[in-house]
Nanobody, 117 residues
């Protein structure tokens, strides 16, 4: 079982920055692989950044602007978001899966990011 708690969302002007945090807890949290997803109003949820096979993958729309990092001592992942655009607005979710599986089975409650133009 893994519990995920996101924080760091808010309102920011276009061009600004935010850093999201996702703290993982639970008996198997340290062995889980974490990722960030987002869901914009009226759109389907999409992958933003994920770790797989030791590499980090980003959605094309955020490459060069977003950076995913992990502090293993704290079981926490971060999403540093720079040069934010209005189209980055949405609810950002942290999710966890285990190695050997492609399915994310644990999800956080989400944190709202709003970028004003």
């Amino acid at each position: 079982q893994v519990q995920l708690v996101e924080s760091g969302g808010g309102l920011v002007q276009a061009g600004g920055s935010l850093r999201l945090s996702c703290a993982a807890s639970g008996r198997t949290a340290s062995s889980s692989l974490l990722a960030w997803f987002r869901q914009a109003p009226g759109k389907e949820r999409e992958s933003v950044a994920r770790i797989s096979g030791g590499d980090t993958y980003y959605a094309d729309s955020v490459k060069g602007r977003f950076t995913l990092s992990r502090d293993n001592t704290k079981n926490t992942v971060y999403l540093q978001m720079n040069s934010l655009k209005p189209e980055d607005t949405g609810v950002y979710y942290c999710a966890a899966r285990f190695p050997g599986s492609t399915q994310y089975i644990y999800w956080g409650q989400g944190t709202q990011v709003t970028v004003s133009s």
